[in-house]
């Protein structure tokens, strides 16, 4: 039995020896050829795989798989016939995965086996598919989109591109599970230069299959890559990638279709919603009202949110409404209750009033003209 460190660690640990600091270090994984899962139990390892034999390092917790190949039997991601044996090599199993940058393992002795060329990509920062296998897992578009969304300074490889676009217009595309997709967008919103995955899937086709209400023109784009250095948070980055629909009723289905989470669907959709306003309100009402749909006197860091997405797309300082947001906020309203009175339309009034007030002195004090 035999055990190798293989995939996405490997591929950062040559980035970091060639003096490149990899943007993401995961955990390491392993490889085993030679056992069975038998004797993975015997040494203490605890089976986690539901598809294939996968287990856990009784010390480390670190994943173990057993070396594999995979027969394509139907369409999808789950359309596989997964062999695990103690006669399957190292080479077999690298040879089925995606990237050749992440078809690399090194040994007990940390000398690199490299079947596939994924040094030699590496090194020319190419993102290049291992072999025919790619097609068969339509998910291997997203993860090679939010690929090249972390790695900015590399290329697709020109035979990988054309690969793309046939799996795409050949039907092999729709067997995505909005699950899968939702998982892979938004691991690649979170990247350094999230703009390059949607050229990615707008370049093979599959974006415009996966959302044809949305337009992602430069400006939108750039808007991207602006929340990004900013440091936003994925809800915000999502509502910035929204701001494209070109309809409620088609940021409703792209939503929807995708699976979004709910937070990152709210802030969308208040983007969506309140874009004009943030930029219009100049008054204290106008304001109040935008602060009122947006709730955020009770949700401040959904509306933190929901202006660095704003701020990312007009690309101007949002300053005005943070001040405004914690004048209105700020405002103890416990205290102005109990001077309004048992009635409850009173205390309403009250407090309406009182906040109105903190925002209009917090208006005449910092009377600024940016949103």
């Not at 393992?105 to 190419?126: F, H, Q, S, T």
């Not at 090249?148 to 690969?163: G, H, M, V």
């Not at 709910?262 to 935008?290: I, K, N, T, Y």
């Amino acid at each position: 039995m035999k055990t190798y460190i293989v995939g996405g660690w490997v591929r950062d640990r040559l980035l970091e020896d060639a003096g490149r600091k990899p943007a993401h270090t995961g955990d390491r994984d392993w490889v085993v050829v030679g056992a069975t899962p038998e004797q993975m139990l015997a040494q203490g390892f605890r089976p986690v795989g539901r598809d294939f034999p996968v287990f856990l390092h009784p010390q480390t917790h670190e994943e173990y798989a057993l070396a594999r190949t995979e027969r394509k039997t139907g369409p999808g991601y789950r359309g596989f016939v997964v062999h695990a044996a103690p006669d399957v090599s190292l080479e077999q199993d690298l040879q089925r995965r995606d990237l050749t940058i992440n078809a690399m393992a090194l040994d007990e002795n940390e000398v690199l086996i490299d079947p596939c060329g994924g040094l030699e990509d590496l090194r020319a920062r190419i993102l290049r598919h291992v072999g025919p296998a790619f097609t068969e897992d339509p998910v291997r578009i997203l993860r090679l989109a939010r690929f090249a969304a972390r790695f900015a300074d590399f290329s697709i490889a020109a035979q990988t591109r054309e690969l793309l676009r046939r799996m795409v217009s050949e039907g092999e595309a729709d067997a995505l599970v909005p699950e899968r997709v939702w998982q892979e967008l938004a691991r690649g919103l979170l990247e350094a230069e999230p703009a390059r995955m949607i050229e990615v899937l707008a370049d093979c086709g599959l974006l415009a299959r996966l959302a044809p209400g949305l337009r992602f023109d430069g400006a939108l784009l750039a808007a991207l890559n602006r929340s990004a250095r900013q440091g936003a948070l994925l809800g915000a980055r999502f509502a910035v990638l929204c701001s494209g629909a070109a309809s409620l009723a088609a940021l409703d289905a792209w939503c929807t279709g995708v699976r979004a989470d709910a937070e990152s669907a709210r802030l969308a959709h208040l983007l969506f919603a309140l874009r004009e306003a943030l930029g219009e309100a100049r008054d204290v009402e106008a304001m109040m009202q935008v602060l009122e749909r947006a709730d955020g006197l009770r949700r401040g860091a959904r509306f933190d949110q929901l202006l660095a997405a704003y701020c990312a797309l007009v690309a101007r300082p949002v300053g005005r409404w943070r001040r405004a947001q914690q004048a209105a906020a700020g405002v103890d309203a416990g205290a102005v209750a109990a001077r309004a009175g048992p009635d409850p339309q009173a205390i309403a009034q009250a407090i309406a009033s009182a906040r109105r007030a903190a925002l209009a002195r917090e208006l005449d004090q910092a009377p600024d003209t940016a949103p």
